[in-house]
C-alpha cells in the first residue's frame, strides 16, 4: 500500500489565524516612572495650593494709632482695641484673641468680644455692647468689636500691644494681627 505519498502526522496549530493574542511591549521602566513622577509632582502641587489657600485668609484691618486710656486701681477698665468697619461683609469664627502686655506693676489684661457696638474706653461696657463675652468660639462680624479689660490694685502704666485674632472664615483659618497698634493705660491710686 505504498503508492502514495506518506502521510505525516502534524501537530495541531495552537493558533488560529485571527485568533492569537497580539504581542504587546511592555512599558520601559524609564516610562512608568515620569508617569508616576509626574503624578506625584501634580498631587505636591495641589497639596501645595491647598495648604497655602487654607492658611492665608485675607488680612485684619490695622492702624498706626495708639489709644491712650486712664482710670482708677481697683476698677475695670475697658479699652477698644479693633472694630470691624463699615462694609467688613465678613464672619469669623473666633478661635480666641492673643493679647501682650507689659506693666509697672500688676495688672490683668482679659479681651472681650462686644457684640452690635463699639468701645472707646469706659468703666461702663454694657453700655455699648448688646453682649460682652468671651470670644473664644464666637463669632464676629460688621458692628462688633475686641476690648481689653485692664485692671490692677495699684498704680501702674500698662503698654498694651497690637491684638491678634484667630479665627476661621469658610474653609481659611489664621491668627493675624488687627485694629489699634496698642494702648497706654494709666491706673491711679483711687481717691487720687
Not at 495708639?66 to 475697658?78: N, R
Not at 464666637?138 to 462688633?144: I, N
Request: charged share 20%; hydrophobic share 40%; with cysteine.
Amino acid at each position: 500500500m505504498s503508492g502514495g505519498p506518506s502521510a505525516t502526522p502534524t501537530e495541531p496549530d495552537s493558533r488560529i489565524d485571527g485568533l492569537a493574542p497580539p504581542h504587546l511591549r511592555r512599558p520601559a521602566r524609564r516610562q512608568r516612572w515620569r508617569k508616576v513622577l509626574a503624578a506625584v509632582l501634580a498631587v505636591t502641587v495641589v497639596a501645595g495650593w491647598v495648604t497655602w489657600y487654607v492658611l492665608t485668609p485675607t488680612e485684619l484691618p490695622t492702624d498706626d494709632r495708639e489709644v491712650i486710656a486712664s482710670g482708677v486701681s481697683g476698677q475695670s477698665l475697658y479699652v477698644g482695641m479693633f472694630s470691624a468697619p463699615d462694609g467688613f461683609e465678613r464672619t469669623l469664627h473666633l478661635d480666641g484673641v492673643k493679647v501682650s502686655a507689659t506693666a509697672s506693676a500688676p495688672v490683668t489684661v482679659t479681651p472681650w468680644l462686644c457684640q452690635g457696638g463699639t468701645v472707646g474706653v469706659t468703666t461702663a461696657p454694657r453700655q455699648f455692647c448688646t453682649t460682652l463675652e468671651d470670644p473664644e468660639g464666637a463669632e464676629l462680624s460688621t458692628g462688633d468689636s475686641i476690648v481689653v479689660e485692664v485692671n490692677g490694685d495699684e498704680a501702674a502704666i500698662a503698654e498694651v500691644d497690637r491684638i491678634r485674632i484667630g479665627f476661621r472664615e469658610d474653609l481659611r483659618w489664621g491668627t493675624h494681627p488687627a485694629g489699634h497698634a496698642g494702648a497706654r493705660v494709666t491706673l491711679i491710686p483711687a481717691g487720687s
